[in-house]
């Protein structure tokens, strides 16, 4: 008789949502993990049978599914949560966040407001989450704190902040930051120009010859607003999608955020260039910007991922909302309801994003090799019942509130819906002090 294979973990659960394949939901499975990695995903009667695990978790009312992934965010700026509300995009950057954060932003501010993302982050299900902000090394400091996977921003501008007097300094200071962290595993980057309207065409040069020696996505703000458009008419000559056409940066590399004001070329030339975009729909609705075509865009092929933007504009990190935001606006926008359904709403929360990142062969999916990251949700609170269908529950009725575990590589960080790294006191008193900072200045 063949002895039981030994393993680290065993998750038994009601239904797992593996993402791959596409529509997938199994009841009565189990997921073996062993070194950070999924071995297995079969039956529990015959996980019982194969495995002897070190740790057995059994979840008879939750589904279990891949740990989301934030595809656009600016961790640090939770600091700034409800600071500038019900205020018009540029209104807001000029007159309210940028000097907010003329007079703030250092490295305690960064590793203070994303060790705050983080942990809202990782009680919400999001096990990995793509930055933009300065000093991307106390950024990463926070996330490993937490054991959480952050793809971080190597941010440029033309203008000078506390963090950087002009472009070259940012990219040189972002550089040395990724050879500094370069051997952690759960850290990996991106050149992450703010947008086309604070970045130069010498600049985004400079940034393409990066890019190809790196090997390194591009994560950047594009056709947010109608404003931004009708600049970049003025002073280039062509909408900003023409102008990145024109500098070679369109490319299966380039994560474009919001992508709301989109004429159907713009979508067929995204296509054809094989253009990630990260789609932000709490904050396009909060910031008045408008509704992104998603249903055009995945009509033709382009892949989106979703983002929960910073907390100064949604004002929660909160993918759960993201997905249920996105399938209604889709729905509605269209006038049509099949458009957008929960499983395609899940799978741009886990493997779409992902794939954006380059990330699709570790993570976003339950798959046979990838590495775990994982979360679980509990299903039996009275309020969820009854349950035909767990993906349009995890869509349409669950939140996360309901996040009861989440594993990174197949640690455990949240249990029982507690995070396991930090104190709900040490974070409430970062909170409390910078607010008492932040509130003198309003």
């Not at 294979?5 to 062993?34: F, M, N």
């Not at 798959?367 to 994982?374: F, P, Q, T, W, Y």
Request: with cysteine.
């Amino acid at each position: 008789m063949i002895s039981p294979q030994a393993i680290d973990t065993l998750i038994e659960a009601r239904w797992i949502i593996p993402v791959e394949p596409h529509g997938l939901a199994l009841e009565h499975h189990s997921l073996a993990v062993d070194a950070g990695r999924i071995v297995a995903l079969l039956p529990s009667e015959a996980a019982a049978a194969r495995y002897a695990p070190r740790r057995r978790v059994n979840l008879p009312q939750h589904a279990l599914l891949p740990g989301l992934v934030n595809l656009h965010t600016h961790a640090a700026m939770t600091l700034l949560r409800g600071y500038a509300d019900d205020i018009a995009l540029m209104d807001w950057l000029n007159q309210r966040i940028w000097p907010a954060e003329s007079r703030h932003v250092s490295p305690a501010f960064v590793r203070d407001g994303s060790l705050l993302a983080c942990a809202e982050m990782l009680r919400g299900g999001v096990t990995c989450f793509n930055d933009m902000y300065f000093y991307p090394e106390e950024a990463a400091a926070a996330a490993l704190r937490l054991g959480m996977r952050a793809a971080l921003g190597l941010v440029v501008l033309e203008f000078p902040s506390a963090y950087a007097a002009d472009a070259d300094d940012y990219l040189a200071k972002g550089l040395a930051a990724r050879d500094a962290l370069r051997d952690e595993t759960l850290i990996s980057f991106c050149m992450a120009p703010h947008a086309p309207y604070t970045i130069s065409d010498q600049t985004f040069e400079r940034i393409m010859t990066l890019t190809d020696q790196l090997d390194l996505p591009v994560h950047t703000h594009l056709h947010e607003t109608r404003a931004e458009i009708a600049d970049s008419i003025a002073q280039y000559g062509v909408r900003p999608i023409a102008r990145l056409q024109r500098l070679g940066l369109l490319g299966p590399g380039l994560i474009a955020v919001h992508a709301v004001h989109l004429e159907a070329d713009e979508i067929a030339l995204l296509a054809a260039h094989g253009v990630s975009i990260a789609h932000c729909p709490s904050s396009n609705m909060k910031l008045g910007s408008g509704i992104a075509p998603v249903p055009a865009l995945q009509a033709q092929g382009v892949r989106v991922g979703l983002g929960s933007d910073g907390a100064a504009s949604n004002n929660r990190l909160d993918l759960f909302r993201e997905m249920h935001q996105a399938a209604l606006l889709a729905k509605a926008a269209n006038h049509d309801a099949s458009l957008l359904d929960a499983h395609t709403a899940l799978r741009m929360a886990t493997l779409d994003g992902a794939a954006a990142l380059g990330l699709e062969q570790r993570i976003g999916s339950l798959v046979v090799g990838k590495e775990a990251d994982l979360c679980a949700l509990r299903l039996d609170d009275p309020m969820l019942q009854p349950c035909f269908d767990p993906v349009s529950h995890l869509v349409y009725v669950a939140g996360r509130e309901h996040v009861s575990h989440v594993w990174v590589a197949g640690e455990l960080r949240v249990h029982e819906g507690a995070l396991l790294d930090v104190e709900a006191a040490e974070l409430l008193d970062i909170a409390v002090s910078w607010h008492n900072r932040l509130g003198i200045c309003q």
